[in-house]
């Protein structure tokens, strides 16, 4: 069983702000990290990958990925109200199993 | 549109009964996955397949099945073997080989026992 962990919050942040968001992952093989949004009741959408170390910037979301310290974040800029739902953390092996973290529940505060 | 079309979006199972939950994909992806949520849990793997007539376990697959006997169908049966099944379940295809190994969900079923 591949581990994949995530703080399950809340994290509460004003509208505006910069909310950050953990994952750490148990196994060094890990090829491939996703960062899923999913709202009540609703299928999780991409909304980033990435594959190699470093930063990765997509409009207001940068995903950060340390292969060595197997730990991968997401960073959303200018934090909405509509931004608040559950955030998946998913690694992929050999590029075909996909693991998930129990997802960080974000509240953004008008 | 190209997606993945999951029905029914709610389903009920009395106790003893099988269900099966239809997925059907137009993304021409080869590989397909059945994962389980459960309230406030990450998904687990079910079931998943990477080519037509071949699919592997996942890793929580007592109590179900599925079948890949066309590339774009991955049906998935709730049996009654399964004492749990409560859960929101969900269907997911990705193209493994590609360079662009993104996973991609259907809207799910709701699946509740009555």
């Known amino acids: 069983q591949k581990e994949v962990e995530q703080n399950s919050g809340p994290l509460s942040v004003p509208e505006g702000a910069i909310a950050s968001l953990n994952c750490t992952y148990s196994d060094r093989g890990s090829q491939s990290f996703f960062w899923y949004r999913q709202y009540s009741g609703k299928s999780p959408e991409l909304i980033m990958f990435i594959y190699s170390n470093g930063d990765k910037e997509d409009g207001r979301f940068t995903a950060q990925l340390n292969k060595a310290s197997q730990y991968v974040s997401l960073l959303i800029r200018d934090s909405q109200p509509s931004d608040s739902a559950t955030y998946l953390c998913a690694v992929g092996f050999n590029f075909n199993k996909f693991y998930f973290g129990s997802g960080t529940k974000l509240n953004v505060k008008p | 549109d190209g997606g993945i079309t999951q029905s029914p979006k709610y389903l009920f199972r009395k106790e003893g009964q099988n269900v099966t939950l239809s997925c059907e994909q137009n993304l021409n992806h080869d590989a397909m996955y059945w994962y389980r949520q459960d309230p406030g849990q990450g998904l687990r793997l079910i079931y998943y397949?990477?080519?037509?007539?071949?699919?592997q376990k996942g890793d929580i697959a007592e109590g179900y099945s599925v079948s890949r006997e066309k590339k774009e169908s991955f049906p998935l049966t709730v049996t009654s073997a399964q004492k749990n099944p409560t859960a929101f379940y969900l269907c997911a295809s990705s193209n493994p080989g590609t360079g662009d190994e993104k996973l991609f969900f259907g809207s799910g079923t709701q699946l509740s026992v009555l």
């Open positions: 397949s990477q080519i037509v007539n071949d699919f």
